[in-house]
């Protein structure tokens, strides 16, 4: 065990924070490393400072998207502490906190499976593939609680004409980051990781399926599933799954994290309905982060004229 010392605590008064706990960390590996030769490198290797807390890059000349609602938007301070992330932990304010050192530093997404041009993107490259667009959806919680947030990213169509799906391809598979030494809360949320998520090809084709790298003009912050994650805004917000590294294309309709742990309560459409509760949760009725009375919540959580369609002869009691 690291002795605090006095002089601990005079550098964590004069350090930005983040520096400090990599410092913490830093000091932490050493003093294991002394002690056990073998054991110290990897130890080492994962303590050791990394470039986390990267500056928010801030985005300009976006365009106003058409899809966007013309609600009040919530506070970023509220989008940025109230959050699920389970690989941080369980509690609405345990990202904020946990996910601040989260490296996100030369991450790839792998687009792969049934498409004729499988693809390894950097960010930079994701950044090019359209032009980023802010649009201002309502988000809504499976538990009753709902947000309108600005994002900043553009229709996920737009990577899948990229890559060309063959014919064989009917489902889209996602899938999470998870690095439990990144992400230790991850131990205690009692549901399997890494989070995967899905949606039908005709789903992930909608022009309202939105590929997302930023909010409120910056990039996206950690919390809120860095850098680069899904928001579905006719899905209950555990389809809009976080910190995406992996795209599958395959024929099969792929697991989901929250059907897979409660297959009762969690469907794999989860498209919000008012009309189908949840066994725990009612789902007529939402509250707005921020506001004291309830509001009623919409069929596809509003965005029906667009999304109805897809769901057309589907007995949506059944396919929940
Ligand atoms: N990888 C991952 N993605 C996730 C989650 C999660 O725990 N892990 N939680 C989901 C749930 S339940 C919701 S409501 C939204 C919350 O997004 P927000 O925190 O940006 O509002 O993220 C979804 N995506
Ligand atoms: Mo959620």
């Not at 391809?169 to 030494?181: C, E, N, T």
Request: charged letters at 20%.
């Amino acid at each position: 065990m690291l002795i605090r010392k006095a002089t601990d605590l005079t550098y964590a008064d004069v350090t930005p924070k983040p520096v400090y706990l990599n410092r913490r960390k830093f000091l932490q590996a050493m003093s294991i490393a002394s002690a056990t030769a073998v054991l110290s490198r990897r130890l080492y290797e994962f303590a050791a400072p990394s470039q986390t807390a990267l500056a928010a890059t801030k985005f300009s000349g976006l365009i106003k998207s058409p899809f966007s609602t013309t609600e009040k938007e919530n506070s970023f301070e509220n989008v940025t502490h109230y959050n699920n992330f389970y690989e941080f932990g369980t509690d609405k304010s345990d990202p904020a906190k946990n996910a601040q050192n989260f490296n996100i530093s030369n991450w790839v997404v792998s687009v792969e499976g049934d498409v004729a041009k499988p693809r390894k993107l950097s960010m930079d490259e994701i950044l090019k593939i359209a032009p980023l667009e802010e649009r201002i959806y309502r988000h809504r919680c499976v538990e009753a609680w709902s947000i309108v947030v600005p994002w900043i990213g553009f229709s996920f169509s737009n990577l899948v004409k990229l890559v060309e799906p063959t014919p064989k391809a009917q489902f889209v598979a996602f899938q999470s980051y998870y690095d439990p030494r990144q992400m230790p809360q991850g131990r205690w949320a009692g549901i399997a990781f890494p989070y995967v998520e899905g949606l039908r090809l005709d789903e992930a084709m909608s022009p309202l399926t939105f590929l997302c790298v930023g909010m409120y003009e910056e990039s996206l912050p950690n919390q809120d599933g860095a850098p680069v994650r899904m928001v579905i805004p006719w899905k209950y917000g555990f389809k809009s799954i976080k910190s995406l590294v992996k795209i599958k294309f395959q024929s099969k309709m792929p697991p989901t994290t929250w059907n897979i742990a409660n297959p009762q309560e969690y469907g794999f459409y989860s498209n919000v309905n008012p009309n189908v509760p949840n066994p725990r949760y009612s789902q007529a009725r939402e509250r707005r982060l921020g506001e004291f009375f309830m509001r009623n919540t919409l069929m596809f959580n509003g965005y029906g004229d667009q999304v109805a369609s897809l769901y057309n002869g589907m007995d949506l009691k059944k396919y929940y």
